[in-house]
């Protein structure tokens, strides 16, 4: 038993006398006191020590300035919580030594700092010098102290200066008690002096507040930064001449005004006086930067010249690129923080030899807000801006080559963002149309101002059970997208959402049914095949038509035409020497002949037999001449004529010849000769003169 309690109880003494050390244990002393006289335009009446009070965290401490004569024990001290502390006026002499340090206590103990001796004259500060006059010509600054009115001798003094350009310090330390003359100052530039003073052998006063001089002026010198602002929206693309202030060291003056010269296509001038101090309506001045508010529509080339009161700089040319010319062959590369941007690019392989130098311009997305450029020589491939980048904001940066003859000509455009977010809800996302199985959808691509970061790509999700990621091209506005292979008649719900590298945004849905699948109507089947056939028949004529002496359609089939006669085979027509119309020309349209004679048709009637007067029959055929004299009794007799034509009013049946007009006067055939002179195509297809009378 007294083993177990031994073995719990050595562990729990070790513990409690480590912690009991711990708070008991000796303080860290203090630093040693810093001490010095301040003093202002009259009395030196105090002396301040401060010293470095490395408290316990654990247990509050007390500390005490204590000091005494170097030469005496007869001691002071002043006690308190803080880090500081104060002797007063009659405790010390100007010209005495101390004895000064700084006891720490607790509940526990106390602590000593290290002994500091100095003499109160060495530890005097006075106040800082106050300037009196300064000279424009060699830039001379004049300054006094009090040295004097403290009863000290003037000690030693320190200047620095710099101009307003330049914000690091030049110092000069020479001994100097109250002058001191820049040698070869920038003309027309504002410099900036402090100087401090030490009074005999005592501390250095504090720096005094800035004097400003400016020195004397002389001609500017130098180019004038010009360069263009355009839109970013190709849909308003549209640019404005913009320039920069001369440099300080450039102006040597005050500038009084710029002047642009504006060359147009047409060959016509227009110059234009931007002045700093009048005000006008043709320029605009904001931040370091000036502005044409006129457009460089129809303009070819600019030029800017800066003007002060002794004289004026070169003009500046600057050629402007035609629109639509812009490229995008370099790449760039882009590290963008809220602080900085950073541009960086690779040299061309084939360096033209007239490149003058490159500019690298970041503009801001809505326009107007954010621009800013930088030229560099030919021979860098890097650019820095420096400046406060907003987060979830659009830049867009691009690199341009400067020619010797200042043509511009852009070689690559990027966009950059110091901090990336989620993009918003896509916009305008609709169901553009939909049949049975497909359908388009349709969504609008977000502007500069909107995007929040770089879309990567966006995502098409189909009822929860497809996601499609569609990628993005630079530059393009409007997106469409084609749903395949859906179900006819089934509802959709399709939604999108844009992806960034911060992560997706907001999804918009929309809800959609596909088109039953409709069933085939075949009346209009047969009408379309109804129309063809009609179709085919008519080209089939009017081939047939279309073709020249021929009598018989070649297209047709041949059997139509085997045992129909063509009468411009029978004799009787190639007698004739006036041709009337085919009775077959409104199937086949025949070449007539060149000089159509018209052929006279007459109706001759036919008995089969003849009455003489006393009753008897005699042959109905007589003489050709006897017939001859019939008709021409018959054309005498109207009313005969009429009624032998044939006409079924009359009763009879007729016979009608075509006789030619010139054989009218021709001697009579007889029937012998009518038959020797008959052609194979009559005795095949016409009846004889035998077979009529036999009927």
Known sequence: MAT?????????????????????????????????????????????????PRPDPKIPIKYHLQWEPANSEDGHMTSGNSSDGFIHREHFSNHGELRVWVQAWNQHGSVKSQDVVF??????????????????????????????????SVGACEVRYRTEEHQDWVWYEDKLCDTYAVSDPQPGTVYEFQVRCACGSSLKSNWSVIHRIRSAESAPVGEVDVWRDCSIHPSRYDCFLTWKNLSISQARGLILGYEVSVFYNNGTVQVVNASAVELSTLSVYDEMMWRLTSSLKDVSSVSVSAYNALGSTDATHLVLPTPGEEGNDQTIDLE???????????????????????????????????????????????????????????????????????????????IGYSVQGAPPRVLSFQVFSYTDTEAILFWEHFPCSGHKGMILYYQIGVNSQKVYNISVSPGHGNKTFKLQDLNPGQDYKVWIRA????????????????????????????????????????????????????????????????????????????????????????????????????????????????????????????????????????????????????????????????????????????????????????KHFMPSSLEILAD
């Open 336 to 414: 963008m923080q809220e602080e900085n941007l950073t541009v960086s690019w690779k040299s061309p392989s084939h360096s033209p030899d007239n490149l003058k130098q490159y500019v690298v311009q970041y503009k801001e997305c809505p326009s107007g807000q954010g621009f800013d450029w930088i030229k560099v020589d030919s021979s860098q491939t890097t650019a820095l801006f420096e400046g406060a980048f907003k987060k979830h904001t659009s830049y867009q940066v691009s690199l341009f080559a400067v020619s010797n003859n200042n043509e511009v000509h852009q070689l690559s455009t990027a």
């Open 119 to 152: 003499n109160t004259e060495y530890i005097i500060r006075p106040p800082p010098p106050t300037f009196s006059s300064s000279h424009q010509d060699h830039l001379e600054v004049h300054w006094s102290t009090i040295c004097d009115e403290l009863q000290l």
């Open 4 to 52: 177990l309690m031994t073995g719990w109880l050595i562990p729990m003494l070790v513990v409690t006398l480590s912690h009991c050390c711990a708070a008991t244990g000796p303080l860290s002393p203090p630093s040693h006191p810093k001490c010095h006289i301040p003093c202002d335009e009259k009395v030196c009446s105090v002396i301040q020590c401060t010293w470095d």
């Open 499 to 682: 992806v960034t590298a911060a992560g997706p945004g907001d999804t918009f849905t929309k809800m959609f049914k596909t088109l039953r699948q409709k069933k085939i109507d075949l009346v209009p089947v047969f009408v379309v095949i109804g129309l063809l056939a009609l179709l085919i028949s008519l080209a089939f004529i009017l081939l047939c038509v279309g073709q020249g002496e021929s009598k018989v359609c070649p297209l047709m089939p041949q059997c139509i035409y085997e045992k129909v006669p063509d009468p411009s085979n029978s004799h009787i027509f190639k007698q004739m020497k006036h041709q009337i119309n085919e009775p077959l020309s409104w199937i086949c349209n025949s070449i007539n002949e060149p000089n159509p004679k018209i052929s006279l048709l007459e109706v001759v009637e036919m008995k089969s037999r003849a009455f003489e007067p006393d009753g008897l029959t005699s042959p109905f055929v007589k003489d050709e001449c006897s017939r001859t004299n019939s008709q021409e009794d018959q054309r005498e007799d109207p009313a005969s004529e009429e009624c032998d034509r044939t006409d079924h009013r009359c009763g009879r049946k007729e016979y009608s010849k075509m006789v030619d007009s010139d054989e009218e006067k021709v001697d009579c055939w007889s029937s012998s000769e009518e038959e020797q002179c008959t052609s194979g195509y009559e």
